[in-house]
């Protein structure tokens, strides 16, 4: 009897080692994101981690003593519907090397979730994924950056950079022949049984739909649609990104020449891009960064590589593209004061690819397709510029020995109804990629959208009001008809240089830091008192009356300007919530002088209350110090945001 039950003891132990061992496998947890605590709490939202093996094939094994186990970090937003649909949508981040749980905030309106879960999967490597690869190969590329180097010198030290850490994880043992889509593909084909989901939805955008598409050749079964949005398809030669850029910085030419205020402010902006490009190179624009844990210098020098890249970038965002003419102009004019916005949003930035599998994704991917790169007769000088794509280039020429066959060229063909979508103005992933796409897909929709960049269902209600009835009933007719409503770029063509503006959006919606919120309620509070000492003058003496009367119409101006500030911001916000980052509309200048008009009022407030404070009651001395007060205060917090 001991010895049967000692037996039945080991043997049930060792199923458990094995079970435990066992992938592909789900395993909730605690979410990992920053500020997720309330959404779990409320149920908004779970977490978990699908373990998988390095080189999992999509097959149940049992990992084998010592093989890498990776552990992907997995983000549900539960519905808001009573009885949810049945089919959740999983989201695939682009990249690749993009992290999906990190941005769950930006899901919680959306309409989707009116009828359905959303899963958001962080590929392996990436995010909140275990292991992350090279997780500060990102910041180091991005210090070089910061730098003033010319374009080969930076290329040889990011190129260096990235070769570093391929070293390191080959002396760790990866294997990064099975860090592609392939392989991330088998994960989301792993994730969906170890859920137990019968049916979902794939929604890709930009590399994304690379691997929906990925997933649609390896593992059809389940998917009940698929939505495509700026489709990366396979087949593409690695080198011929400057051609997508050189097709949409095109098409902005065109769009301003179409514009009466554009082509008035800038005539000539194919040669305004190429002065600001030269401008830029001849002397850098220099630009504090209050973050020196990304820039331990606490500077960044813009140069043309940063101007030319800013292009890229800018052109992807559907609100930034109407301000591009403009930051052409006050680049090549040396305005460095109202550049600081765009270096902070590149800081943020600084790690939100993960370069490690970008690389590593697109060298096996691409790598083996590469073809001479042509050079480029209308845009020579921003091609000389675009080391980014220089880079990828010279590192899948030795990155791994191991690559794509010739099955990754081939057309990815499915009967799965799919909704296709892209931007007019993408400079990454062009319309005619996405057709291409939907090309090989019969029960496919595409629709095309003016105005727009990367991530068209992203740019506002109609598409987003498309790709929701397409959820609803994949399979019935769409009407798109408001695609062809959507308003060309509206143009920014002049903005009154405020730098404070932006400083103060930052501080205290941006980023809402609580001190900056604290201090402007107490001057405000404080301004307040001054203007209610004010109203009860009547019947003090002389001197104290025209003490009040000064406090009090200073702090009615200061509260003037706070108000005015914030009914720009608002306005201007609704207009285009970027532009802010270069200004404010000309028409709100003359606003900017009462700060200064405030700081006289005060001057001469003070002056007369001096002489007059003896003879002062003891309740007008505390309201007149209490208005002085909010009126200092809020010199200072306009000397602080540069508002003064």
Not at 135 to 159: H, I, T, Y
Not at 521 to 540: D, E, H, K, P
């Amino acid at each position: 009897m001991v010895v049967g039950a000692m037996l039945c003891a080991a043997l049930v132990g060792a199923s458990s080692a094995a079970d435990a061992q066992s992938v592909p496998r789900f395993e909730p947890s605690p979410c990992p994101m920053q500020d997720a605590a309330d959404a779990e709490a409320d149920g908004l939202l779970s977490c978990g981690y699908l373990v998988v093996s390095e080189r999992s094939a999509s097959s149940e094994l049992v990992a084998a003593k010592g093989e890498r186990t990776l552990r992907l970090a997995v983000a549900r937003l539960a519905s808001r519907a009573q009885k949810p649909e049945p089919d959740p949508v999983i989201f695939l981040h682009g990249g690749p090397g993009g992290s999906a749980t990190r941005g769950w905030k930006y899901w919680l309106d959306e309409e989707l979730l009116d009828s359905r879960e959303l899963i958001l999967l962080d590929q392996r490597g990436t995010g909140h994924s275990e292991p992350v690869l090279c997780p500060e190969l990102g910041l180091e590329d991005f210090r070089v950056l910061a730098e003033d180097l010319g374009p080969e010198e930076e290329m040889r030290r990011r190129v260096e950079i990235a070769r570093g850490c391929r070293d390191q994880l080959t002396a760790e043992g990866y294997d990064l022949g099975a860090w592609n889509s392939d392989t991330s593909a088998d994960d989301v084909a792993d994730l969906r049984r170890s859920l137990g989901i019968e049916q979902w939805n794939v929604y890709g955008i930009s590399y994304g739909t690379k691997l929906a598409l990925t997933l649609l050749r390896d593992h059809p079964e389940g998917v009940r649609s698929v939505i495509l949005d700026s489709v990366y398809p396979p087949g593409i030669p690695g080198n011929v990104r400057f051609g997508e850029l050189e097709r949409a910085v095109d098409t902005l030419v065109a769009g301003c020449a179409a514009d009466r205020g554009c082509s008035e402010a800038f005539p000539e902006l194919p040669g305004l891009i190429a002065a600001a490009l030269d401008a830029v190179e001849r002397e850098p624009l220099v630009i504090p960064v209050s973050d020196r844990e990304t820039v331990p210098s606490g500077r960044f020098a813009v140069n043309a590589q940063d101007l030319a890249i800013s292009l890229h970038q800018g052109l992807y965002d559907r609100r930034v593209i109407p301000l591009l003419p403009l930051l052409m102009r006050l680049a090549r004019d040396g305005n460095a004061e109202q550049l600081v916005a765009l270096i902070d949003a590149s800081v943020q930035r600084a790690s939100g690819i993960n370069r490690a599998v970008y690389h590593t994704v697109e060298c096996f991917e691409r790598g083996p397709f590469m073809v001479p790169s042509e050079s480029s007769r209308r845009w020579p000088g921003l091609q000389r510029r675009m080391v980014f794509f220089h880079i990828d280039v010279e590192l899948c020429t030795d990155w791994w020995p191991i690559q794509a066959g010739a099955d990754e060229t081939r057309p990815v063909r499915s009967d799965v109804p799919a909704l296709v979508m892209a931007g007019h103005y993408d400079p990454i992933t062009p319309p005619a990629w996405s057709r291409l796409a939907a090309g090989w897909l019969p029960n496919s929709t595409y629709v095309e959208f003016p105005g727009v960049g990367h991530g068209a269902s992203r740019a506002g209600e109609c598409p987003e009001g498309i790709l929701n009835a397409f959820l609803d009933d994949p399979r019935a007719a769409l009407d798109t008809s408001c695609a062809s409503a959507m308003p060309e770029p509206a143009f920014v063509t002049a903005v009154h240089p405020e730098p404070g503006a932006y400083l103060f959006v930052r501080s205290l919606v941006i980023e809402g830091r609580t001190s900056a919120r604290l201090a402007l309620g107490a001057v405000v509070a404080a301004l307040l008192v001054g203007v209610w000492g004010a109203l009860r003058s009547v019947g003090a003496n002389a001197p104290a009356r025209r003490a009040r009367l000064l406090v009090g119409g200073g702090a009615v101006l200061a509260l003037l300007f706070l108000a005015g500030l914030v009914a720009v911001l608002v306005i201007a916000g609704s207009a285009n919530p970027y532009l802010v980052a270069f200004g404010v509309p000309p028409a709100a200048a003359p606003l900017f002088w009462l700060p200064r008009l405030v700081a006289l009022v005060a001057t001469a407030g003070v002056a007369v209350l001096l002489p007059a404070w003896g003879g002062l009651e003891r309740g007008v001395r505390l309201s007149s110090l209490v208005g002085v007060a909010g009126l200092v205060g809020f010199l200072l917090f306009c000397r602080g945001f540069g508002l003064l």
